[in-house]
């Protein structure tokens, strides 16, 4: 599996590309291009222009949860396949892998939209939408770990504005928070969006699902950029327990949570442009 970071909040040092508070990536695997959620904006295409990545010919869109700068990046890549159609030039629209959540009309005061900007109804009209709650296996390695069980007392358990739900609006608790995993002989690759679940209780999810207890690498935002710091502590011990070979932290990570994984786990630089390989 190839893995390729198109957005983050960050660029890596001497490489001529955008930064936005997002992420996006691009990975292929097992013959599958999948783009694993779009950013804020545009910036995912012209990160993946300037790295040679065509994102016209894509198998799966997946979408780890329903936040804006996860999610409205989709408006300019239909804006591709719009202009892919009037050029003539060849094409294919992705699959969209989610939560069954992930599209519903979300809000935060004083900031207004918080979730995505198209519904469900109307990305169905333009995808082949795949709801799933239980995972669901992209290729024989790869799977989409649907709702992450909140097993944790630390972390998970927070609400992030509101979401409209059976006709109100009530706290929003992230439910559909999502992650891929992916099968390798020296153990899983964990890849999550923001980690709203709590990124132990994704881990320890990855790993029930995958029937494996060991953790090759931690690829993703971990939404530690506003913990308290208990919970960054509870978290390092957690995951000195399961002794990653390598934690790429990304987006919302959080400047406090990258200083105290330093010296303790096997942290390594991270940002847009960097290419991940994991062999099978």
């Given amino acids: 599996m190839n893995l390729t970071i198109l957005t983050d909040n960050y660029s890596l040092p001497g490489k001529p590309l955008l930064a936005e508070h997002g992420l996006s990536f691009y990975i292929e695997t097992d013959g599958k291009k999948i783009l694993f959620d779009t950013g804020y904006s545009d910036?995912?295409?012209?990160?993946?222009?300037?790295?040679d990545l065509s994102l016209r010919h894509l198998d799966y869109l997946v979408f780890s949860h329903g936040?804006?700068?996860?999610?409205?990046?989709?408006?300019?890549l239909i804006a591709l396949y719009r202009e892919s159609i009037k050029n003539k030039i060849s094409y294919h629209k992705p699959e969209v892998i989610t939560h069954p959540l992930t599209f519903y009309h979300k809000y935060k005061e004083p900031f207004g939209e918080q979730g995505s900007l198209l519904s469900e109804s109307r990305l169905a009209s333009i995808f082949q939408l795949s709801l799933r709650k239980k995972p669901f296996w992209i290729t024989e390695k790869l799977v989409f770990l649907g709702e992450v069980p909140r097993t944790n007392d630390f972390e998970g358990n927070y609400s992030d504005g509101k979401i409209y739900k059976n006709k109100i609006y009530i706290d929003?608790?992230?439910?559909?928070?999502?992650?891929l995993a992916y099968k390798t002989d020296a153990g899983l690759v964990v890849i999550t969006g923001c980690a709203?679940?709590?990124i132990c209780n994704?881990?320890?999810y990855a790993q029930s699902i995958c029937a494996e207890?060991?953790?090759?690498?931690v690829v993703g935002g971990l939404h530690l950029c506003e913990a308290a710091e208990t919970q960054v502590q509870s978290t390092v011990q957690y995951l000195k327990k399961v002794?990653?070979?390598?934690?790429?932290?990304?987006?919302?990570?959080?400047?406090?949570a990258r200083m105290a994984f330093v010296n303790t786990l096997p942290l390594q630089e991270t940002g847009v442009g960097l290419t991940l390989n994991y062999s099978e």
């Fill in 213 to 217: 207890t060991r953790i090759l690498d």
């Fill in 43 to 51: 910036v995912f295409m012209r990160n993946a222009a300037k790295l």
């Fill in 196 to 198: 709203h679940s709590g």
């Fill in 202 to 204: 994704t881990i320890a």
């Fill in 172 to 179: 929003d608790c992230i439910l559909e928070d999502s992650a």
């Fill in 67 to 76: 936040h804006y700068d996860h999610t409205w990046g989709v408006v300019p």
């Fill in 243 to 256: 002794s990653p070979l390598s934690i790429h932290p990304c987006h919302c990570t959080g400047f406090a």
